[in-house]
């Protein structure tokens, strides 16, 4: 019988250290496959922080490193710079890249650092006990907003998106088939341009926390669909340095 899909051979031989329906595994396999389609592998590292999303540090055969909690962009700057040859890709959550760690997140992106951000954004921190993010919905209740958070929020991608010196800025998401291909399709570009161009992107992806969120993981198609998607429209926002109104689905 013939395999057309399997495991990446990236992935080490081990269980997933993520909860059922976690997305934070999802998309660190997509990453992965994308690497693999790519042939870059000997070229890439993988930046993790501290949060669910730096476990995937672990998970892999590929070089790879971990910081304190919001430094991603810091570490990152560094061994690009000692190592343009690289191809380097920072995996961060929304409350590592847009709390603790927006000002680097920002002033990287404001310099133009030659690599690639992949924000997992679930709306809430995952690992501390599901407390608000940044990116909490409104009305969305969490352990700190009991009776539902007040305000909107924050459009990381946008904001990202704002500034001058980043070249590709866009949101994905993975919930259904057409959008897993759509991501990899936009990784593989923030990918291309980094090699090519020694330019910054930034993809900002829709996920779930079903542990924290109370939201079932069959349900959580549902939810991105129907509610993350109407507060975080999944678009281009740049494209070679340029605004762009392009939809990416």
Do not use: W
């Amino acid at each position: 019988m013939e395999k057309i899909y399997g495991k990446s051979a990236l992935l080490k031989d081990q269980p997933t250290p993520y909860c059922e329906g976690c997305y934070h595994g999802l998309i660190q396999k997509l990453c992965f496959e994308v690497v693999e389609e790519m042939q870059i592998a000997d070229q890439f590292v993988y930046g993790g922080a501290v949060g669910c999303n730096g476990m995937g540090a672990f998970t892999v055969n590929l070089d790879a490193y971990g910081t304190c909690h919001g430094r991603c962009p810091c570490v990152g700057t560094a061994l690009k710079r000692l190592h343009p040859e690289s191809v380097l890709m920072l995996y961060q959550g929304d409350g590592d890249a847009a709390s603790i760690g927006l000002g680097d997140t920002l002033h990287a992106a404001n310099r133009g650092e030659a690599f690639t951000v992949v924000m997992a954004n679930n709306s809430l921190y995952g690992m501390t006990g599901g407390q608000a993010s940044p990116t909490t919905l409104p009305g969305m209740r969490t352990t700190t907003t009991r009776k539902g958070k007040e305000g909107p929020p924050m459009r990381v991608a946008e904001l990202v998106a704002t500034l001058d010196a980043p070249y590709y800025v866009a949101r994905c998401s993975v919930h259904s088939a057409k959008y897993i291909l759509q991501f990899k399709k936009t990784l593989k570009y923030a990918l291309t341009v980094q090699m090519k161009y020694d330019a910054y992107s930034f993809i900002e992806v829709l996920a779930n926390c079903p542990t924290s969120s109370g939201i079932k993981p069959e349900d959580s198609m549902r939810y991105i669909e129907e509610t993350a998607m109407k507060y975080f429209p999944v678009r281009e926002f740049k494209r070679e340095g340029r605004p762009s109104g392009e939809v990416t689905r």
